[in-house]
Protein backbone atom coordinates (compact mmCIF):
# COMPACT_ATOMS: atom_id res chain seq x y z
CA UNK A 1 0.00 0.00 0.00
CA UNK A 2 1.00 3.34 -0.64
CA UNK A 3 1.10 5.96 1.55
CA UNK A 4 1.19 9.46 0.39
CA UNK A 5 2.01 12.68 2.42
CA UNK A 6 -0.49 15.26 2.52
CA UNK A 7 0.92 18.62 2.46
CA UNK A 8 -2.48 20.73 0.83
CA UNK A 9 -5.41 19.41 3.08
CA UNK A 10 -7.45 21.82 0.42
CA UNK A 11 -7.56 19.14 -2.42
CA UNK A 12 -9.18 16.79 0.11
CA UNK A 13 -10.92 19.52 2.09
CA UNK A 14 -13.23 20.04 -1.07
CA UNK A 15 -12.92 16.80 -2.36
CA UNK A 16 -15.84 16.51 -4.63
CA UNK A 17 -15.20 20.36 -6.38
CA UNK A 18 -11.67 19.60 -6.73
CA UNK A 19 -12.66 16.23 -8.84
CA UNK A 20 -14.95 17.93 -10.53
CA UNK A 21 -12.70 20.26 -11.63
CA UNK A 22 -10.13 17.07 -12.77
CA UNK A 23 -12.71 15.49 -14.73
CA UNK A 24 -13.39 19.18 -16.40
CA UNK A 25 -9.76 19.56 -17.79
CA UNK A 26 -9.35 15.63 -18.61
CA UNK A 27 -12.91 16.40 -20.05
CA UNK A 28 -11.64 19.70 -22.36
CA UNK A 29 -8.21 18.15 -23.26
CA UNK A 30 -6.44 20.17 -20.74
CA UNK A 31 -4.89 17.12 -18.83
CA UNK A 32 -4.88 13.46 -19.20
CA UNK A 33 -6.18 10.72 -16.73
CA UNK A 34 -4.04 7.82 -16.25
CA UNK A 35 -4.31 5.05 -13.87
CA UNK A 36 -0.76 3.28 -13.31
CA UNK A 37 2.65 5.00 -12.78
CA UNK A 38 3.55 2.95 -15.99
CA UNK A 39 1.14 5.22 -18.10
CA UNK A 40 2.75 8.28 -16.76
CA UNK A 41 5.93 7.35 -17.78
CA UNK A 42 5.10 6.30 -20.79
CA UNK A 43 3.24 10.01 -21.40
CA UNK A 44 5.47 12.40 -19.60
CA UNK A 45 8.94 10.31 -19.65
CA UNK A 46 10.98 8.22 -16.69
CA UNK A 47 11.83 12.02 -15.08
CA UNK A 48 8.27 12.00 -14.30
CA UNK A 49 7.45 13.39 -10.56
CA UNK A 50 4.10 13.74 -8.50
CA UNK A 51 3.61 17.07 -7.69
CA UNK A 52 0.85 17.70 -4.94
CA UNK A 53 -2.14 19.70 -5.89
CA UNK A 54 -4.21 22.77 -3.96
CA UNK A 55 -7.86 23.39 -3.98
CA UNK A 56 -8.34 27.19 -4.31
CA UNK A 57 -12.03 27.77 -4.09
CA UNK A 58 -13.81 31.13 -4.13
CA UNK A 59 -17.05 32.65 -3.50
CA UNK A 60 -18.00 36.01 -4.72
CA UNK A 61 -21.57 37.47 -5.78
CA UNK A 62 -23.50 33.89 -5.13
CA UNK A 63 -20.71 32.41 -7.50
CA UNK A 64 -18.23 29.83 -6.81
CA UNK A 65 -14.69 29.60 -8.67
CA UNK A 66 -12.88 26.39 -8.27
CA UNK A 67 -9.21 26.28 -9.12
CA UNK A 68 -6.68 23.92 -9.09
CA UNK A 69 -2.97 24.63 -8.48
CA UNK A 70 0.23 22.46 -9.03
CA UNK A 71 2.92 22.69 -6.53
CA UNK A 72 5.85 22.48 -8.72
CA UNK A 73 9.45 23.43 -7.35
CA UNK A 74 11.75 25.30 -8.53
CA UNK A 75 14.59 24.36 -11.11
CA UNK A 76 17.69 26.01 -10.64
CA UNK A 77 20.14 25.19 -13.25
CA UNK A 78 23.60 25.74 -13.19
CA UNK A 79 25.08 28.85 -14.84
CA UNK A 80 28.84 29.83 -16.01
CA UNK A 81 29.77 33.26 -14.77
Avoid: N
Avoid at 37 to 49: H, N, R, T
Wanted: hydrophobic content about 40%; proline content about 4%; overall charge positive.
Amino acid sequence: MVRHKIIYSSFYDFGEKAQSELDRLVETGRADKVSTWEEVVALVGPQAKLMPLACLVKRKDCKEKVCLVVDMPQVRHKTDA
